[in-house]
DNA sequence: GCGTCGATGGCA
DNA sequence: GCCATCGACGCG
């Protein structure tokens, strides 16, 4: 398996967060390294999104996403968690992709199954922002003969967000026991047998 | 299994 | 005064 360069991350989220589904997330702290299937991800579009916190216009927090794709948005959520978006689209465009769940590989135990629970356990902090997804530390590998099936359904928690809360731009691996808890999967968004 | 609630801090 | 969340708690 090859480590994801930064131009695989120049598309727009809409494509990068399905094309992440299958991917294998490296983390290593310290001596060790971790790794987790990401089962479960969010396209955040642009500034004309009302869920995308760019379309608040840019500010310090947002600033990463106007930059190049491949580099981390870690932002802190409810006082307590954090939560890991890689940058996607181009210069000016602020567009990044939500990874949401992951399922640990390697006999590791882990509960990854929720954006909260995936930065804890992988100690991915606001220290990891604007940092490019391409270092040792931190990085994805491609995953070729992993051709997961794909569904997709509307995003977590942005009820706010007026027309945008029924986009479908949430995407997840519909076979996974590793899906954000409560928010599995909905029976009627599968299709197919 | 489900709904509800509070923790907790950065941000606009 | 919000939050791209989570775990605890009360149900019955």
Redesign the pocket.
């Known amino acids: 398996m090859n480590r994801l360069e930064l131009p695989f991350y120049s598309r727009p989220a809409i494509e990068l967060a399905p094309a992440l589904i299958g991917k294998i997330l490296v983390r290593r702290i310290r001596r060790k390294v971790f790794r987790a299937r990401i089962v479960e991800t969010?396209a955040?579009v642009g500034a004309h999104d009302l869920?995308?916190?760019a379309s608040?216009?840019r500010?310090?927090?947002?600033d990463v996403m106007f930059g190049p794709a491949g580099r981390a948005?870690v932002y802190?959520?409810?006082?307590?968690?954090d939560?890991f978006?890689i940058v996607a689209g181009e210069i000016d465009d602020p567009q990044?992709v939500?990874i949401r769940a992951a399922e640990p590989l390697d006999a590791w135990e882990a509960?990854l199954s929720?954006?909260?629970?995936?930065t804890r356990a992988l100690q991915i902090t606001r220290a990891d922002n604007a940092l490019p997804v391409t270092n040792d530390r931190l990085h994805l590998l491609d995953n070729p003969a992993d051709r997961p099936r794909l569904a997709a359904t509307p995003?977590?928690?942005?009820d706010?967000a007026r027309e945008w809360k029924h986009e479908l731009l949430r995407f997840v691996d519909p076979t996974s026991s590793a899906l954000?808890?409560r928010f599995g999967l909905d029976a009627s968004q599968l299709r197919g047998p």
């Open positions: 969010e955040y869920a995308c916190h608040k216009g500010t310090n927090r947002t948005y802190l959520i409810y006082g307590m968690y939560m978006n990044a939500l509960d929720g954006p909260g629970k995936l995003r977590i928690g942005i706010y954000s808890s």
